[in-house]
């Protein structure tokens, strides 16, 4: 059984058929969903997906490339939406400085932001971080300093140097369908070498579908052909690797046990 840790049910290509994909992701052995938000227009539907569906999990928090639209946005309004109790995760929330869509020290205070959330709550941050891997190395090393806060990068891409920094900051490590293209190489030998309690597989669907299906609509179900993949990267046998990134999706999230 498998868990897709980062999946976005309420956009477009995924919410008008909702019930569907997630039977078609049940059917392949997909046992629980973390529902992602990244603007705060989104919140009251992506925790009512999980009201609704008792394998859906949500989380609160603005993508930066909406932080420009939510500047204001005070640490009172996330730590309420929190306290929710199918909101189970902080984000997703980081930089992006490759389409630059808000200005950069937006991005970066509101980052902040999240991670005092996260440290208050007890709740994981997922980050998202591209092009940024300097700043956003120095803001997790700066912010631990000031008390530890679980995390993990979502459809970790960057570089094996940023992705041991953040191992050794004792972050989670997510991959996606981007590990399964030809030209991802660099990205295939550094997911032979994450610690087996740091690892988790998710889709980001409806986006990055994994080869074989990559061109078409992404679905949650497709994590199985991520999963298949690394777990041959990585030696390891499907159910191996499945009960690895399930149990470690329960240990991170701890709050679904509860």
């Excluded at 009201?51 to 204001?72: F, K, L, M, T, Y």
């Excluded at 777990?231 to 046990?257: C, M, P, Q, W």
Aim: glycine share 6%.
């Amino acid at each position: 059984m498998l868990v897709d840790s980062h999946c976005h049910l309420n956009y477009e290509g995924l919410v008008d058929r909702q019930g569907d994909v997630l039977d078609n992701a049940r059917a392949a052995g997909v046992q629980a969903f973390l529902n992602i938000s990244t603007r705060q227009s989104e919140w009251e539907a992506i925790v009512a997906t999980a009201e609704r569906e008792s394998d859906v999990w949500a989380s609160i928090g603005i993508h930066p490339h909406e932080a420009d639209q939510h500047a204001d946005l005070g640490k009172g309004a996330l730590l309420e939406a929190a306290d929710h109790p199918r909101v189970i995760a902080i984000g997703e929330t980081g930089l992006d400085y490759y389409y630059d869509k808000s200005d950069r020290a937006v991005q970066q205070a509101l980052f902040r932001t999240h991670i005092e959330v996260s440290r208050e709550t007890g709740l994981p941050l997922i980050i998202h971080t591209r092009d940024a891997d300097d700043d956003t190395a120095d803001i997790l090393s700066d912010e631990m300093e000031k008390g530890a806060f679980p995390a993990l990068i979502h459809c970790f891409t960057a570089s094996p140097e940023f992705g041991r920094k953040v191992l050794d900051l004792g972050l989670t490590i997510s991959l996606s369908g981007i590990v399964t293209f030809k030209n991802a190489r660099e990205l295939q030998e550094f997911a032979k070498e994450i610690p087996s309690n740091r690892i988790l597989v998710e889709t980001d669907s409806p986006f990055l579908a994994p080869v074989p299906h990559r061109g078409k609509t992404c679905e949650p179900a497709f994590v199985r052909n991520t999963a298949e993949f690394v777990a041959e990267l990585r030696g390891e046998s499907i159910d191996e690797l499945a009960e690895t990134t399930t149990r470690n999706f329960y240990s991170l999230f701890s709050k679904a046990v509860a």
